[in-house]
């Protein structure tokens, strides 16, 4: 023990006498790889999926063979954990010579990384090569991180979207709703044969606050955190709409699917003709994996979906600043993004703009096959932010109060 004490008060005194280095700057990017290659960036991101991970030996060998960067995966339970480590880091006055070099990222760990001012500097992520192909224009989710202003301070990765998926052997497509509004009339007509899961759970939580995006009468109070004062004003049009829906459904609303396994069962029983996910490559899965009849299709609505964009960050006391960049520039890169799309290999869906792209690479992409029910990422339509976090908290509690626990 008393060895490792002195191991620490000698490390710490060995970094206190570093002197610290220029921060790199993007806009000299011969510079940035140069001083990239022999680094190696320890990559802090989730590790529960064999998929991702092996996606990320992917790019790990390509940055190796390119870039001569050593990618080293750290996998990760909760990316908590490595907030936390920078905190720490922080506190111990270790500003430079940081164990975290890059993180996977986005919501309320991008929000207090920010606000303690642990992240590397603004602007960076704008200033990569491949940014030119990234869809910041009609994707709004790119610069505004779970309504926190992003800032350049992460770059984009991919994408989550809410999309709903019906049966065309039972619901035709021309019939299909294409607001919360029509929704809701699709339901009058078809009564029984729509249901969602019931707050708290995640995917039960963002249809009602869908709901909330469409018919709040500002948008923009959603980006702040939850007004007290005015919260029963801005949400009565969600309650009087689920007051009106709720009947309804499935089961009269008495009852709700669990979770989204449970929903996505209800439609292959033909018990519901809508359901939804916010994967929108989980029906082409699910009838891959036989869970699905090969008939489910894919829609969303025209004036948007929620949605959100996760991204990949730098700590401001990262060791290894050039090779972030470079290896966040690469995740960017139409070549990365495509194989990231694929099915076979991921299946997330890409930040670029396709119409961005030369023929050569927008034919890389129009050649994936995304499965049966797969809308193009170009089809997806328009994302909708996704509210302050307090305003699901809100959401759940009221949800509760008036409607209970199901049975």
């Known amino acids: 023990m008393i060895k490792k004490i002195f191991a620490a008060a000698s490390l710490a005194a060995a970094i206190a006498a570093t002197p610290a280095s220029a921060d790199?700057?993007?806009?000299?990017?011969?510079?940035?790889?140069?001083?990239?290659?022999?680094?190696?960036?320890?990559?802090?991101?989730?590790?529960?999926?064999?998929?991702?991970?092996?996606?990320?030996?992917?790019?790990?060998?390509?940055?190796?063979?390119?870039?001569?960067?050593?990618?080293?995966?750290?996998?990760?339970?909760?990316?908590?954990?490595?907030?936390?480590?920078?905190?720490?880091?922080k506190a111990a006055g270790r500003d430079q010579g940081g164990t975290i070099d890059m993180i996977w990222i986005n919501g309320e760990?991008?929000?207090?990384?920010?606000?303690?001012?642990?992240?590397?500097?603004?602007?960076?992520a704008e200033e990569l090569p491949n940014w030119r192909f990234v869809d910041f224009e009609t994707q709004s989710t790119i610069r505004t991180d779970f309504t926190v202003p992003v800032e350049g301070l992460e770059s984009p990765w991919g994408m989550a979207k809410l999309v709903f998926f019906?049966?065309?052997?039972?619901?035709?497509?021309?019939?299909?709703?294409?607001?919360?509004?029509?929704?809701?009339?699709?339901?009058?007509?078809?009564p029984g044969r729509f249901s969602y899961p019931q707050p708290p759970d995640f995917i039960g939580s963002s249809f009602v606050k869908q709901v909330l995006s469409e018919k709040v009468a500002d948008r923009s109070v959603l980006l702040d955190?939850?007004?007290?004062?005015?919260?029963?004003?801005?949400?009565?049009?969600?309650?009087?709409?689920?007051?009106?829906?709720?009947?309804?459904?499935?089961?009269?609303?008495?009852?709700?699917?669990?979770?989204?396994?449970?929903?996505?069962?209800?439609?292959?029983?033909?018990?519901?003709?809508?359901?939804?996910?916010?994967?929108?490559?989980?029906?082409?899965?699910?009838?891959?994996?036989?869970?699905?009849?090969?008939?489910?299709?894919?829609?969303?609505f025209?004036?948007?979906?929620?949605?959100?964009?996760?991204?990949?960050?730098?700590?401001?006391?990262?060791?290894?600043?050039?090779?972030?960049?470079?290896?966040?520039?690469?995740?960017?890169?139409?070549?990365?993004?495509?194989?990231?799309?694929?099915?076979?290999?991921?299946?997330?869906?890409t930040v670029l703009a396709l119409d961005k792209l030369d023929a050569e690479d927008r034919a890389r992409f129009d050649a994936l096959d995304l499965g049966i029910a797969t809308l193009a990422p170009d089809e997806l339509g328009p994302a909708l932010d996704e509210p302050h976090p307090s305003w699901m908290d809100r959401l759940e509690d009221e949800w509760r109060r008036r409607y209970g626990v199901a049975n």
């Open 109 to 124: 760990n991008f929000a207090a990384m920010k606000e303690q001012s642990l992240l590397f500097a603004p602007g960076w």
């Open 225 to 300: 955190p939850v007004d007290e004062a005015s919260f029963d004003d801005v949400t009565a049009p969600v309650f009087e709409y689920l007051d009106e829906l709720h009947p309804l459904m499935w089961r009269q609303g008495r009852a709700y699917p669990q979770n989204y396994p449970a929903m996505k069962q209800l439609l292959a029983d033909n018990e519901v003709d809508i359901i939804f996910a916010f994967n929108p490559a989980e029906a082409s899965s699910a009838i891959a994996n036989g869970e699905l009849p090969d008939t489910v299709r894919s829609f969303t």
């Open 24 to 89: 790199p700057d993007p806009k000299d990017w011969d510079a940035v790889v140069a001083a990239a290659r022999g680094q190696s960036v320890y990559f802090n991101a989730w590790g529960g999926s064999p998929n991702i991970n092996a996606y990320i030996e992917w790019a790990a060998g390509e940055l190796d063979t390119r870039y001569g960067i050593d990618l080293v995966h750290v996998k990760l339970d909760d990316t908590a954990n490595a907030v936390a480590s920078v905190v720490a880091e």
């Open 166 to 190: 019906h049966d065309e052997a039972n619901t035709p497509t021309d019939t299909l709703p294409q607001s919360a509004d029509e929704l809701l009339q699709w339901a009058r007509e078809n």
């Open 302 to 349: 025209p004036g948007g979906t929620l949605a959100n964009t996760h991204f990949v960050s730098i700590p401001y006391n990262s060791s290894a600043k050039e090779a972030a960049l470079v290896t966040a520039d690469f995740l960017i890169s139409p070549e990365a993004q495509t194989r990231k799309q694929d099915p076979s290999v991921w299946g997330d869906p």
